[in-house]
């Protein structure tokens, strides 16, 4: 299929699917002289696996280095344990990231009720 055809089976732009190419995301099956590109059922399933990647949070980095993974064997396993490996980490630094903030909102409140008790004596005074 030409770009075009694969590009709304995708719900993806031609831009997107060079950019894809540029990255090595997406190859196309094969070039005709004219330089058209030509992509088969593997591009289309990329596409999905790629979009479906970033629903999950991946970077396009991420998706590069498990994507080929997904179409090693039939069922795609080392891929799937990648990306679990990824939100996995992605999950640890969020927690650190919520733990920090929880401090920083103590330290807020803290700073907050400091401060009403210094207007609350001034205005006794």
Request: proline content about 1%; charged content about 30%.
């Amino acid at each position: 299929m030409q770009i075009g055809e694969l590009s709304e089976r995708a719900g993806v732009s031609h831009r997107t699917i060079h950019y894809y190419e540029r990255l090595g995301l997406v190859k196309p099956a094969e070039r005709e002289g004219a330089g058209y590109r030509y992509y088969d059922e593997t591009a289309a399933k990329r596409l999905e696996k790629i979009a479906a990647l970033k629903r999950l949070g991946l970077s396009l980095d991420e998706i590069a280095a498990v994507i080929d993974l997904y179409f090693e064997g039939a069922s795609g396993i080392r891929g799937k344990e990648r990306v679990l490996e990824i939100l996995q980490a992605q999950l640890d630094k969020t927690n650190a990231q919520l733990d920090e903030l929880s401090a920083f909102k103590r330290d807020l409140e803290n700073n907050i009720a400091r401060m009403h008790g210094l207007i609350s004596e001034a205005r006794q005074k």
